[in-house]
């Protein structure tokens, strides 16, 4: 719904201040989106598919050129942009579905469960990736997943969504205070998760005879 791909049944977002509903086509300029399972043209190489993008996106190659070596750079895949994605682990995948993000410069990035499958290593080099995209690139990360302590490691404001309603939102220590009365320190997310879950279910249906 934050894409624009589809519309909610009730309530309203905004985007960089822009509706999606309303405004689809100028949101997908300013967004980029790494999905769960990334996908790419398995006999291009890496180089070749993020070149493939930034024509999509009207980008000349002398300009995309730069753009492309320093994304791959910044993923760590410079040393092998011209391996086939076939032969990519998935790891590598999930890295170049960054830097696919990064040759589009967008102000905000969604990724969506962005270190599911990936190994410890794999896992902590894509984390790393995820703050260097706010902190070094300047970007908003708007970062969905179920691993809540991956991301009460990346995270400056957390957001708790409870049967398609937003329940929560703000620093995950003002958080803790609301929910548990404590510093963020004592406590996970998780345990956040499962306080405002506990009181957001409905009263026990009295029992059948």
Not at 25 to 44: A, H, I, Q, S, T
Not at 128 to 151: A, C, K, N, P, Y
Request: charged share 25%; hydrophobic share 40%.
């Amino acid at each position: 719904m934050l894409l624009g791909l589809s519309e909610p049944s009730s309530g309203t977002a905004r985007v960089c201040g822009l509706d999606p509903t309303r405004a689809p086509v100028p949101v997908k300029r300013l967004v980029g989106y790494l999905p769960e399972n990334v996908g790419f043209y398995e006999d291009m190489t890496g180089y070749d598919n993020l070149q493939y993008v930034t024509r999509l996106n009207g980008v000349r190659d002398r300009d995309a050129r730069p753009r492309i070596e320093g994304a791959l750079e910044t993923v760590g895949l410079a040393g092998e942009r011209r391996k086939r994605v076939g032969a990519y682990s998935k790891g590598m995948r999930q890295r170049l579905g960054i830097a696919e993000v990064l040759v589009r410069q967008p102000r905000v990035v969604f990724l969506d469960e962005p270190t599911v499958g990936l190994d410890p290593d794999a896992t902590q080099r894509m984390l790393e990736l995820i703050r260097s995209l706010s902190r070094d690139q300047g970007m908003t990360v708007f970062l969905s997943s179920h691993l809540l302590d991956q991301v009460q490691r990346v995270s400056d404001r957390v957001g708790i969504m409870l049967a398609g309603r937003l329940v929560a939102a703000g620093p995950i220590d003002e958080l803790a205070r609301r929910s548990l009365g404590v510093d963020q320190a004592r406590y996970t997310l998780e345990e956040i998760f499962m306080r405002y879950f506990r009181q957001e279910q409905p009263a026990a249906a009295p029992a059948g005879r």
